[in-house]
Structure formats: C-alpha cells, structure tokens
C-alpha cells in the first residue's frame, strides 16, 4: 500500500520559513508527478507546487519565487521549501503522488502563518 508521510508543518510569523518534507513509502519514481496541494478554512483545496520525474517545476501565481519545490530521489522524499511565509499561507498542505491508474494523497500537515 502507498504511504505518503508529510512533517515539517507548525508555527511560523510572517516573513519566517518553514519545509516541509513527503515520505514515499516507495521509489517516488512510480510517480509520474509529486506535489503540494492546500487547503484553507472554507476554501476549496488547491494546487500549490508541483514536480515531475524529470525534475520539472511549476508553481502557483501566489507562491512563485517564495517556494521551492525539490526532490530526493535517494531518499524517496519531495520537499516544499517555503520563504517569506504570509498569513494567507495558513492552511492544511497535503503531499499528492500521481500514477497512471490514480492519485495518493499524504493525511495532511498543518501550517499556521500568524503574528
């Protein structure tokens, strides 16, 4: 069974970063795609980063040149580094492994933006 283990998530002030980690439970190489999804308090989840196998990044308008997406291939781990935190950052982030046949979704780390 695919396990997706997200940690790194906590408190941080406007302005401070924070990363957070996605354990694979296999060779994230099975994943065509990996990446971060959000989701705030009466919002709809969206898509935040994403990489490909190939190491190919894409980011949403509100994060782009404040986030990094990267992986680890060795460590079957994808990373979400996160700079200049905002209060509008504050959300549920959730790791998301695509294959052909579906996507894995991790249980989720909570990440508070607040002064």
């Known amino acids: 069974q695919v396990q997706l283990v997200e940690s790194g998530g906590g408190l941080a002030q406007p302005g401070e970063s924070l990363r957070l980690s996605c354990a694979a439970s296999?060779?994230?190489?099975?994943?065509?795609?990996m990446g971060w999804h959000r989701q705030a308090p009466g919002k709809q989840r969206e898509l935040v980063a994403t990489?490909?196998?190939?190491?190919?990044?894409s980011y949403t308008d509100s994060v782009q040149a404040r986030f990094t997406i990267s992986r680890d291939n060795a460590k079957n781990t994808v990373y979400l580094q996160m700079n200049s935190l905002k209060p509008e950052d504050t959300a549920v982030y959730y790791c998301n492994g695509k294959k052909v046949w579906g996507d894995y979704w991790g249980q989720g780390t909570q990440v508070t933006v607040t002064s």
């Open positions: 296999e060779n994230i190489n099975n994943f065509y795609n």
């Open positions: 990489i490909t196998r190939s190491g190919s990044t």
